[in-house]
């Protein structure tokens, strides 16, 4: 049986590749390949590679028993005899199980382990070898431990004696004469001391890494669960997002068939009346056909006495001259339901032209401004649909670039538009889609769409989001800011126009103005009538707020804060984020990250416009409130080194 050849095939296959015997405790790695657990920690010493494909593993791979092989070698020896190894491989086996059990020969024989090392004759002995340091009073001075590993390796060089110190300035082992001469001056411990702290340092480090495992672990499967739920509110809110464009389309389905049943009413009416018309002028055709062949009859008439004195009357219908109606298809129904279809895409698309995130708050300012879909109209022919131009940014002040604004300004009243001189308002626009919806005798083709009579309505919607600043600094004023009013971590400088924090509270008198908690200040003046503009510079967009406050805010307690009470307003940069405070709602903003920013008020419109200011003035946001009392120019600063500046306007 040992002599077939399957039998030697399936031996082959069993013998382990370096020690060239069946294996003995086989393990596999992960290149495949199956090897003796000693045989191939006795390669590994350096570097970890397979001793047979050459493949080279970063770090020490796991070394598992492969069971199903270890029974089939057990079963194979069990069934075949045993060949003898050589005399030279047997060895190495020898040394390598030696090595893994870590046994310490005796120097003198090299054979027997050692019972004892002698650390004055630096060797280990075995227990034969050992006799003479037992027996020879001349060895009984020598001092015998226990077996030592890496004797040699605790030899001092210098001074060929045993390190039994650790010195930790030096970071080294040290023997007695190290101690007495080099390290006379330092701190020492014994090895076993050393290790031992330097046992319980890894163990601690051992420790700090598991948990610092588990946490990591926790995270990843804290966000394994947060992308589960990103997931589900994603699909979620795609779906509400579909529900709601749905209804949309549903919505503008339903609009596209009332004006179309309108238009197809109307065609009916109109055909209607061409019919009946028709059929008349048929039966006319036909009563004066009839008196035709009657006075064809009578001129044929031979007898002349009959003849003269017969006398033949018209039909009714020929007295009447036929006419073609003028009819159209251009009622006020139709035509108001065309003209809002037209204005309705003009409006949807001034909506799309603007960034997704600017949307809300353009619907926001449309509404503040009046545009209130679900009312009425306040009378028959007016419209609540905004103007798809200036209805995004009716509060700001148009750019006078328009032919009307160049030849005659108009001063827009408190119910009507906000926008400044050279704007179109809201009377304008009302008046505008009158004459859209009033379709008189004018208009009499079918499709042309509406003329407003306004021709601001041209304009392209890119001039209505800047503004020159020269139209602003019209109305610029010299502002200074109140000593009285800044708390007392302020410093004012450069003629009270420059603002800044300091780290510690500076020593100012006591007065009721003077804000007693946050680092803020009021301007000496206020406005309480007309329109006045003026500009800061800032020295960081971050924790820094310009805004507008009463002379009646209150200078105590954290509500005194700008924008944290109903008697102040601001635009603030905190960290990385710009928004709107106002009885300490706030409304998130884009953030333009300006370096100098221009404010704009308007008493008899109640407003104040934030600016952008370059080259021309960018408006991003607008505050409306009523002007009940005297406002004031204010700033908060809440890190030392920022600094607010007035600028001086040319």
Same mark, same amino acid.
């Given at each position: ?6 039998? /030697? ?13 069946? $294996? ?7 290149? @495949? ?46 069934? %075949? ?31 027997? *382990? ?7 004759? /630096?060797?280990?002995? !075995? ?17 015998? %431990? ?16 045993? /390190?039994? $110190? ?5 970071? =080294? ?64 809110? +795609? ?27 109307? /065609? ?151 926008? %400044? ?78 603002? =800044? ?17 946050? =680092? ?5 003046? @206020? $406005? ?29 307690? *954290? ?17 990385? +984020? ?43 946001? !607008? ?17 030392? @080194? ?9």
């Amino acid at each position: 049986m040992s002599g077939s050849p399957s039998l /030697m095939n399936l031996k082959d296959d069993l013998t382990c590749s370096i020690c060239l015997c069946a $294996f003995d405790y086989p393990v596999t790695i992960p290149c @495949g390949h199956n090897f003796c657990q000693s045989c191939l920690l006795a390669t590994w010493k350096d570097s970890y590679c397979c001793p047979q494909c050459r493949t080279v593993f970063a770090t020490k791979p796991d070394l598992k028993k492969n069971t199903t092989l270890s029974n089939v070698v057990e079963s194979f020896k069990a069934r %075949s005899p045993e060949s003898p190894e050589p005399p030279e491989l047997k060895t190495q086996v020898m040394a390598s199980e030696r090595e893994q059990k870590k046994v310490i020969l005796c120097d003198s024989c090299l054979e027997a *382990p050692a019972s004892h090392t002698c650390l004055t004759c /630096m060797a280990s002995y !075995c227990e034969v070898h050992l006799r003479p340091h037992r027996e020879n009073p001349v060895f009984k001075v020598h001092q015998l %431990s226990e077996p030592i590993q890496d004797l040699l390796e605790r030899i001092c060089k210098d001074h060929y004696k045993m /390190m039994d $110190f650790f010195c930790p300035q030096h970071c =080294s082992p040290i023997c007695s004469v190290c101690l007495q001469q080099v390290h006379s001056m330092c701190n020492f411990t014994s090895l076993e001391q050393h290790k031992g702290a330097h046992e319980a340092g890894l163990q601690k480090k051992c420790q700090l890494l598991d948990e610092k495992i588990m946490k990591n672990h926790a995270v990843i499967d804290q966000m394994k669960d947060m992308q589960t739920t990103l997931k589900n509110s994603a699909m979620a809110q +795609k779906h509400a997002l579909a529900t709601e464009y749905r209804h949309i389309q549903e919505m503008l389905a339903q609009e596209e068939h009332e004006a179309m049943k309108a238009l197809d009413q109307e /065609m009916e009416t109109a055909q209607g009346r061409l019919q009946t018309l028709t059929k008349r002028f048929h039966e006319n055709i036909k009563s004066m056909g009839k008196a035709k062949e009657d006075i064809a009859d009578l001129l044929h008439q031979s007898q002349t006495i009959a003849f003269l004195q017969t006398n033949y009357d018209l039909p009714q219908a020929a007295s009447f001259d036929p006419y073609a109606p003028r009819l159209s298809l251009d009622s006020k129904k139709v035509m108001a339901a065309q003209g809002f279809a037209v204005h309705l895409k003009e409006f949807l698309s001034g909506i799309l032209r603007v960034p997704l995130g600017d949307r809300m708050l353009l619907l926001k300012k449309e509404t503040a401004s009046g545009f209130t879909p679900s009312k009425k109209p306040e009378r028959e022919g007016a419209t609540s649909l905004p103007s798809p131009l200036y209805g995004p940014f009716s509060q700001f002040p148009p750019s006078p670039q328009g032919t009307d604004a160049k030849k005659k300004p108009q001063k827009p009243t408190k119910k009507g538009s906000q926008s %400044s001189s050279g704007g179109m308002g809201n009377k304008s626009l009302q008046r505008s889609m009158e004459n859209l919806l009033d379709f008189g005798g004018e208009r009499k083709g079918l499709g042309q769409p509406p003329r407003p009579e306004t021709t601001e309505l041209k304009e392209s919607p890119d001039m209505m989001v800047f503004v020159k600043r020269s139209d602003l600094l019209k109305y610029g004023t010299v502002l200074t800011f109140d000593p009285k009013t800044a708390n007392k971590r302020i410093i004012l400088s450069e003629d009270l126009t420059k603002a =800044s924090v300091s780290e510690e509270p500076v020593h100012l008198p006591e007065c009721p103005e003077r804000f007693a908690v946050c =680092s803020q200040v009021l301007t000496s003046k @206020g $406005f309480s009538r007309g329109r006045h503009y003026w500009e800061v510079r800032l020295s960081n967009n971050n924790f820094i707020g310009i805004g507008l406050a009463y002379g009646s805010i209150n200078r105590k307690g *954290p509500s005194s804060r700008l924008g944290r009470n109903s008697q102040s307003w601001c635009v603030e940069w905190f960290n990385v +984020k710009l928004s709107a405070w106002h009885n300490s709602i706030e409304t998130v903003l884009s953030n333009p990250n300006p370096k100098r920013v221009g404010v704009l008020v308007d008493c008899e419109e109640g407003t104040a416009t934030f600016y952008t200011v370059a080259d021309r003035a960018y408006p991003f946001h !607008c505050f409306v409130f009523p002007f009940t009392e005297t406002v004031y120019p204010a700033i908060w600063i809440f890190s030392s @080194g920022l600094s607010v500046s007035l600028c001086k306007l040319h």
